[in-house]
Nanobody, 117 residues
Framework: QVQLVESGGGLVQRGGSLRLSCAAS????????MSWYRQTPGNQRELVAE???????MYADSAQGRFTVARDSAKNMLYLLMNNLKPEDTAVYYC???????????WGQGTQVTVSP
C-alpha cells in the first residue's frame, strides 16, 4: 500500500522558515518523480517544486529563490525548505509521487502552512 505522509507544517511569521517532509512507503522511490503542490480554499492545486529521478529540480516562479526541494532516496524522503515565507504562501501543501512513464499518481494527505503578516 502506497503512503505519502507529510509533516512539518505550522504557523510562522512573515520572513520565517519551515521545512516540510514527506515520508514515502510502498513505492520504488527512485522510480518516481516527486513533487510538492499547494492549495488554498476555492483554488486548484498548484505545483510548487518538483525533483526528477535524475535529480533535476524545477520550481514555480513563486518559489524560485526562496524554496529548496530535495529528495533522499536512501530514506525515501522528500523535503521542501521554505525561506522568507510570505502570507501568500499560506496553503495546504501536498506531496505527490508519479511513477515515471505511467499515469500512476499518489498524493499525501497534506500539511497546513500558515504565514502571519
Amino acid at each position: 500500500q502506497v503512503q505519502l505522509v507529510e509533516s512539518g507544517g505550522g504557523l510562522v511569521q512573515r520572513g520565517g522558515s519551515l521545512r516540510l517532509s514527506c515520508a514515502a512507503s510502498g513505492i520504488t522511490f527512485g522510480g518516481h518523480t516527486m513533487s510538492w503542490y499547494r492549495q488554498t480554499p476555492g483554488n486548484q492545486r498548484e505545483l510548487v517544486a518538483e525533483v526528477y529521478t535524475s535529480g533535476t529540480v524545477m520550481y514555480a516562479d513563486s518559489a524560485q529563490g526562496r524554496f529548496t526541494v530535495a529528495r533522499d532516496s536512501a530514506k525515501n524522503m522528500l523535503y521542501l525548505l521554505m525561506n522568507n515565507l510570505k502570507p501568500e504562501d499560506t496553503a495546504v501543501y501536498y506531496c505527490k509521487a508519479q511513477r515515471v512513464g505511467t499515469p500512476d499518481v499518489y498524493w499525501g494527505q497534506g500539511t497546513q502552512v500558515t504565514v502571519s503578516p
